[in-house]
């Protein structure tokens, strides 16, 4: 068994982003361990854009133009055929809500390992093993497998390569979904709920989280925001309970940001959201718990009330500024 | 209608963590709890039951996990499960995801559920894919996060956040859904409920009564090995400031953004 199969999720006519940066961390190991790196995608796909994933380094790509794209459970079913058919010794996924629940029903369904939030894959005697960050980021452990393995990586963890122009051989599959898997059908997808905001050219953000209390706590975060010259930014929680827009919101299944500024209000910091701003130059964070892990990554961090000090500080930054 | 919500205990957030200065790791030790995010589950479960739309005959809290996991089950029974069901075997532990979900899975085969939910997550960050695994195992259609979940006879109508915008989910019962923290605000148990919690059914099984092959679980059955712990990439640690004087507060923050020519 060699080889990697890396998952390419698509939506209107594009790849994304993770994807990408798997498709390209599978060609660059697969380099490595001297065999091929494919990709399976899902659904509606046409020729130019399956065979453009070979400007990412893979060689060949498989179809699955029947089955569903969106739900886990029908790419579990494609995969697991077509790893078994080409003796792929290892699946990969670029960060990502869809590449979990994929992994982790792939390695049920061939009784793999798997580990997830990888932010690293190495090669050691000829195989790869994965590191992932575990206990809040306090530690990284080290992942080999038995047999076959399935690497799932944390969001942004995969840079994408610059595009090359190869073109990738397309392999239409024909699959028979399981029973279950078709079960449970997508009524609508990818509804945006709520404002459409920019806040991705932003080089200044406020962020919100639950620790606002209600929705009109965003109120402080706008102002702040308004006298800093910046954008408001949120975190899931806050907008599945419907506090803020959809469009805002950073982190796992939502944007990633790197301003030069991010000011974090109430937010506790969770992998989930940290994974969508890590990268900004300056964190500030206020919270009332102290123990709150974002104050272990932040560079500034105000342990006290937010309803006291956003106020008082948007005052402030108002009079500097003139 | 049966319901098996999937609880798991985690060690306590309210207790202070501590970081082993010998190993540099987290003392893990200490009060452990039932996990937060599966809160969620069992009051979706008891929100089922109250919304009338199905019968609901049963809730059933099962487990997997060290005899101190019956207080996770204990947890779990106040807030509304009818009994539960703890999993403990010696041969069990070091199981990874895959291992667990087969044993979880063999449980849940027992039981025969219409609907088996769990929390989005466990609070110790081990893996939030749980649900994925023992779905395929018991072979049934799978969604994670769900924030809406409206029953009807043999069928659920899920809302979640993926990739793209929120997207909206028809499934057949039975199903595996694990919800996420936003589809709910759990209850606290009533005094009388937690005195109550422990006179409810218990049924401890072992792997033997339960058809668990052991060569498919613990560490030997694992198909991933872990080790090799590490401590990550050293940042710089950040100031600190306890706002005492919000005034002092905020005139220390203006000159820390100032200093990096952030209020230009």
Redesign the interface.
Known sequence: MSGILAYA?H??GAF?KNSLGGVSEAAKLASQLGCEAHAVVIGDVSDELAASLGNYGATKVFRAKDAPE????PV?DVMAQVMDDAGHQYALFGG???G??????L???L??????EVTQVNLADGKLTAER?????????????????II?GRLNAFETAAPGDATAEVEDVAVAL????T???????????GADVDIEGAN?LVAGGRGLGKPEGFELCEALADA?GGAVAAT??V???GWYP?STQIGQ?GKTVSP??YLAAGISGA?QHKVGFQSSE???AINKD??API?E?????????LN??LP??TE??KA??G | MKICVLVKEVPD?AV??R?NPAT???D?SGERNLNPYDTHAIEAAMQVREGGEVEVDEIIAVTMGPDSAVRALHKAVSLGADRSVHLSDESLAGS???AT??ALAKVLERESPDLVLLGQQSD??????????V???L???????V?QMDVTPGKL?CER????????????LP?VISV???INEPRYPSLKAIMGAKKKPLDAVGIGDIGIEADRVGEAG???????????PK?AA??????ED??D???K??A???E?K??S
């Open positions: 999720l939506y209107e994304n969106g739900l886990a459970q579990v990502g809500l869809l979990f629940e994929i992994g982790a029903g390695a049920a369904r009784n793999a390992g798997v580990t997830m960050p575990i206990h809040g980021d306090s530690s990284i452990s080290t992942s080999s497998y038995k047999d076959r393995g799932i399981s029973e279950f898997s079960r449970a059908t997508m009524v609508t997808r990818g509804e945006q709920r200044i800093l899931r929680a907008v599945d309970a959809y299944t030069k500024l992998i300056n964190i500030v102290s123990n104050f990554y932040s560079d500034l961090g105000i342990v006290g009330d006291k000090i008082k500080l402030a930054v500097k500024k | 957030a202070e963590k970081i540099g790791r987290m893990r990874d995801v895959v979900g087969y110790d960050g081990e893996c939030y894919t749980i649900g994925a695994v779905a395929d195992y072979k049934m259609p799978s969604l994670t996060q924030i109508r956040q993926a990739e793209y915008g929120y997207d909206t989910v028809e499934i057949q199903a996420g923290d936003a694992s198909k991933v090995v872990c080790g090799d712990f590490k401590a990550p940042k950040g100031e600190i400031i306890e706002d919000t005034n507060t905020v005139e923050i203006i820390w953004l100032d990096r952030l209020l």
